[in-house]
């Protein structure tokens, strides 16, 4: 039934979609964004008319900046429960994947960062029993001068359950799961109060350079999808006993919206040296399902949550260069009555770029790909 929905919404939207790109065609809009903004957008204008104080802030505006990412992660997710088996131990699932490393790649110009991550296949702190893991991950930020937006995609396959207490072959020691994954998808925004003088972007996308230290006010709403798969059931059969309503679950569906008040400042010493912190405190409705092989929906629960997440960060930022290292910590919590399915994701890494002076073709193509005025 699901699967039908789906199909249906799909449908609707495709002939839609079809209907306008044809009236769109006729136009001759589509392929030419700057007719597209001027035929249904034509009172759109972005215009900044209040700029950075430039005694705190320096930007780029004409400057490409490509940089490249190197980070160690921790990423966990564990399925709770209060119960313990008969000899005494833990029946929680304690799911963790096997990526050493991740190498990511970015570029800005302007408002616009894009970038993408994925894993190594390097030797690095491999975990010995562990399933393979794939990790990659896409995204797209616009970075205005007071709030941010920003779009992420990511997907890992292959998780290993780390509690030896739940696997029952004696040949392996952990229980491998290369059928499990995590899809996520992300929209969030970030609003800073104090944009004039404090840049809450400047040591994460490197768009701008603090020159002055500062602290500012942050405010932080998102929506977010979280699925976690299998293609067969999450749990061994002797947890299940101990889980309630557990039975054939292939499928857990998280839908998060948060808001999130933060505090964050940049420290700047030596004119080309920062120390950087945001931490929020964010405040999460969420909506959890479970789903059966079948499809079949057989647990709806929702709660309030408040959790974690920040970013610190120590580096160094010249006209042309910037390095910088980093820690970034991430969480995520979802109730089912008497278990919880917890995530954490922990990212400790370095980056490293340089910027260029834009070439001709990709202003030409940002003014006439971008709203008015960006």
Known sequence: MRKLSVIVVFFIFSEIFFVNIVS?????????????????????????KKPFDSLYIKTYPNYLSVGTHFLLPKIYLDINSPHSNGAGGSVSSNFRTNV????????SYRFVTAGFALALNSNIAKNEGYAHTSY???????????????????????????????????SHRYINREDISIKEFQFEGIYNFGWKKYSYTAPIDYFQRQLKSRVGILLKAGVYYNQVQGDSNLLS????????????????????????????????????FYLSAAVFTPYNLC????????????SNATSILITLDGVVSLGYQS??????????????????????????????????????????????IYKKTMPPGM
Not at 240 to 255: G, K, P, Q
Request: charged share 25%.
């Open 287 to 298: 909506f959890n399902k479970l789903y059966t092989y079948d499809e079949k929906l057989i």
């Open 24 to 48: 769109a065609q006729k136009e001759n809009v589509l392929l030419h964004p700057d007719k597209f903004y001027k035929k249904f957008f034509p009172n759109l204008r972005i215009k900044n």
């Open 136 to 170: 990659h991950t896409a995204t797209i930020k616009y970075n205005g001068p007071k709030y941010s937006l920003q779009f992420r995609y990511m997907k890992i396959v292959g998780l290993t359950d780390i509690n030896e207490s739940n696997n029952q072959d004696t």
């Open 237 to 272: 059969g002797s947890q299940r006993a101990y889980f309630d309503n557990f039975d054939n679950v292939l499928e857990i569906v998280n839908y998060n919206v948060k808001v999130a008040p933060g505090v964050g400042g940049n420290l700047v010493f030596l004119r080309k």
């Open 319 to 364: 006209k042309r260069l910037y390095a910088g290292i980093k820690y970034q910590a991430d969480s995520k919590r979802a109730n089912f009555g008497n278990y919880s399915v917890n995530t954490l994701y922990s990212y400790f890494g370095m980056d490293v770029g340089y910027r260029f002076i834009a070439p001709k073709i990709l202003k030409k």
């Open 100 to 107: 050493s490393d991740i190498i990511g790649f970015s570029a």
